[in-house]
């Protein structure tokens, strides 16, 4: 085994790969293979309703295609397994036990309603801040409670301010208490919260490299924290800029005609790879490309930091 970063692709299966995950898995991929690592393919499949494994089959297929391969993980398995966070729920209940030992989970019976009403600050990014509402209630306030509605599960922030250097954004600052409250760490409806599954796993599976969406840049305080708790150690974190519509819009599975299969029925993989790079300021000239082709010039200095306008033309 390699001494480099350990770097990961961690797609959630709901639909075709668009140009926004292959953009951010180019760049993971990339950064760990230049530094002489390797890569990890998990599933994050935790909303049944909307991943399938017929996705994943898929989003397995969509990485092959454009020469993205991985070292470990995914439908072929491999030492740190399952690689499906859907299979994975006894190590977060194991994370979950051990927060709650420590006395910082609380049940929380708010509605939506309810949490949209509280009159807590919505932050820039759209989320809103936790009331506190249910911080206080007493075991048996609580026990009366769920008699009659199943609670989810949240995490007790402290009022403290997480500081971490972004490998590409550099430094970012969140006050957790006030700029995000108290945080979910179970659903309602018994599904695992994102930020407790993705901490647990990445520090499961090895993962000391992770390069995602900025849009991921608000959630980092809150796993760095999870990290402090379950006495993990964090990895490093890259945010890529984000893709955007002519309309200035984030692309999204819904953007249909830029979705891989669209693509590719327009493209080879090749000049699909190669526009991505160009737009990664990894390839100038725009030209077809493998991965395999950028990793001797890779740099992170290259790669813009502010979100990026994809020009129609260059996937048409
Ligand atoms: N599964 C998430 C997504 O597809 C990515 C989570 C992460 O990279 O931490 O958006």
Known sequence: MSG????????SPSGRMHLGNLFSSLLAWLSAKSAGGRIVLRLEDLDTQRCT??????VEADYRALGLLWNEGGSGGGPNGPYFQS?????YAAALERLRRMGLVYPCFCTRAQLHAASAPHREDGQTVYSGACRALTAQEAALRARTRSPALRLRVPEKTVLFTDGHLGLYAEDLARECGDFLLRRSDGLWAYQLAVVVDDGAMGVTQVV????????????????ELLGLTPP???HVPLLLAADGRRLSKRDGDLSLDALLSRMTAEKLVGRLALLAGLNPGGGPRTPESLLPDFDWEKVPRRDITVPERLFS
């Open 53 to 58: 494994r017929a996705f994943a089959a898929q």
């Open 212 to 227: 995602r969406g900025s849009d991921l840049l608000s959630s980092t305080p809150r796993q760095l924290y999870l990290y």
């Open 4 to 11: 480099g970063p350990v770097g990961r692709f961690a797609p």
């Open 87 to 91: 299979e994975r729920g006894e190590r």
């Open 236 to 238: 490093e974190f890259y």
